[in-house]
């Protein structure tokens, strides 16, 4: 499985960013798929996840400001980032739980659900 973030970069704070998470095999990005991050010295966050279903959960720092969603026919699972504030700044990584997982656990924040990772993709929040 190969998952490609893309879209990070720099931004002042009230601005907004959409990542992409380009999905390989296609059939991947179809299950639980979220969205996590990381800083420097913080222990890595769920930040949003959505499964088959379309059911989509935010951890409660990004929730109304932040969007997942997905393009089943090209493979792409985004977050639109809205409202970014500094403390957004992170490396931010797309995560696939793998086939056959509709529903994403009640613990997929925790990170042990997705066996597959991306490379990561910074994005800085300027105040």
């Known amino acids: 499985v190969q998952l490609v973030e893309t879209g990070g970069g720099s931004v002042q704070a009230g601005g907004s960013l959409r990542l992409s998470c380009q999905v390989s095999?296609?059939?991947?990005?179809?299950?639980?798929m979220a969205w996590f991050r990381q800083s420097p010295g913080k222990e890595r966050e769920g930040v949003a996840s959505?499964?088959?279903?379309?059911?989509?959960t935010y951890v409660d720092s990004v929730k109304g400001r932040f969007t997942v969603s997905r393009d089943n026919g090209k493979s792409i699972l985004y977050l639109q980032m809205d409202s970014l504030k500094s403390e957004d700044t992170a490396m931010y990584f797309c995560?696939?739980?793998?086939?056959?997982?509709?529903?994403?656990?009640?613990?997929?924040?925790?990170?042990?659900?997705?066996?597959?990772w991306g490379q990561g993709i910074q994005v800085n929040v300027s105040s």
């Open positions: 959505m499964d088959a279903t379309g059911t989509t």
């Open positions: 095999p296609f059939t991947y990005v179809r299950y639980c």
């Open positions: 995560a696939a739980a793998g086939l056959g997982k509709i529903y994403c656990d009640d613990t997929w924040a925790t990170g042990s659900d997705f066996g597959d």
